[in-house]
């Protein structure tokens, strides 16, 4: 039988339960996710980085070049973005094809 001391054992079962805590991030992530008006999806800053491959400043600077049409939150004033809305911005910048 082989013997665990319990000091690696502590190590081994916090390593499990950051696993655990790093895919429940994930999920909340997919679950914000939100449906909007038309069907349309709801994309947060970091989803919106995440799905163009930039970062949230280069979001915040098509916010500020008025490229692309955000929605702000008045009780923590969190950035959306319909992606429908984001999805045409692409198809003029000739990233997608219809």
């Known amino acids: 039988m082989m013997y665990i001391d319990n000091e690696v054992l502590e190590k081994m079962i916090l390593t499990i339960v950051e696993g655990f805590d790093r895919i429940e991030k994930k999920l909340d992530r997919m679950n914000r996710l939100k449906e909007c008006l038309d069907g349309d999806t709801l994309l947060d800053n970091y989803d ?6 930039v970062t949230q400043r280069t979001i915040a600077r098509y916010r500020e070049k008025g490229l692309i049409r955000y929605y702000q939150t008045n009780r ?10 984001i999805q045409e911005f692409l198809l003029q910048r000739g990233k997608v094809r219809k």
């Not at 919106?48 to 491959?53: D, K, M, P, R």
């Open 76 to 85: 923590n004033g969190k950035n959306f973005y319909r992606s429908s809305e």
């Open 48 to 53: 919106l980085a995440q799905l163009l491959g």
